[in-house]
């Protein structure tokens, strides 16, 4: 049996109160084992954004347990989150979100340098994640010389090379066109389905929605629906064996 590696356990969230408050979550529970690949949808408004903001340890519930391998998160502090998104957790983002006139290579060193790796170990990492998301002989390009493909491809490489338990998506593909999202779904699908990665990708287009196994719906900060793909996209482009490196060098950390 998978491990339990999340369970959110009537998160709420709240913002403002009296006449302006809002209600973002309205007490979700939601498990999720180690090596999944969900699907998290909705519309605008839904609540979906802040149910990842939380599952990523960039925000905190209203009220609610938060437990990531047993822990409760919800009640750790703000440098213990830190510690957990360093060591558990990498990050893709719409937009990207590289440093403009940095190369690829020290884009990727980023979160290596923030956990305080040498330069050595930090140049060796940020090469082999690049090799794994197809960007050898790239790394001294900067982003205004990249694609926009490639550009989200520099992302994952950054997102992987702390080889994180869970990979966190926020609409991944929603700057790319209709070849290169394939292409980054392939990147993604290769990390959840070759190497145990838990991937927890925010969409709201259904046809990247379907190479998840799982797919959860929010509607007005509620769990309208949680159910299994019974079709999930399975074919993926062959991607760098390299990959295998960075994704399987983890290292069980304490939370605390």
Not at 113 to 124: F, I, K, M, N, P
Not at 235 to 254: F, L, M, R
Request: glycine letters at 10%; one cysteine or more.
């Amino acid at each position: 049996m998978s491990e339990l590696l999340i369970s959110l356990r009537g998160v709420t969230k709240r913002y403002g109160s009296g006449a302006s408050e809002l209600m973002a979550l309205k007490g979700i529970d939601l498990d999720i084992t180690a090596g999944e690949f969900v699907a998290i949808m909705g519309p605008s408004g839904s609540g979906k954004s802040t149910a990842m903001n939380i599952l990523g340890c960039l925000d905190t519930p209203t009220a609610g347990q938060y437990l990531f391998k047993g822990a409760h998160v919800e009640v750790l502090s703000r440098d213990q989150r830190a510690r957990l998104r360093r060591r558990f957790l990498g990050f893709v983002f719409q937009g990207f979100n590289l440093l403009a006139r940095t190369s690829a290579q020290e884009n990727v060193e980023l979160p290596l340098l923030y956990r305080g790796e040498s330069a050595t170990v930090r140049r060796a990492a940020a090469t082999k994640a690049l090799q794994a998301v197809g960007l050898g002989g790239w790394e001294q390009h900067t982003p205004a010389e990249l694609s926009g493909g490639q550009q989200q491809r520099v992302a994952i490489a950054r997102a992987i090379v702390t080889s994180p338990a869970v990979v966190l998506a926020d609409e991944p593909t929603g700057n790319l066109d209709t070849q290169r999202s394939h292409e980054i779904m392939g990147l993604l699908l290769a990390l959840n389905r070759d190497h145990g990665i838990t991937v927890l990708m925010v969409t709201h287009e259904p046809d990247m929605a379907v190479y998840a196994r799982r797919m959860v719906h929010f509607v007005d900060g509620g769990l309208a629906e949680d159910a299994v793909n019974p079709h999930p996209v399975t074919a993926a482009p062959v991607i760098n064996a390299a990959i295998a490196a960075v994704a399987d060098e983890t290292t069980a950390t304490e939370l605390a």
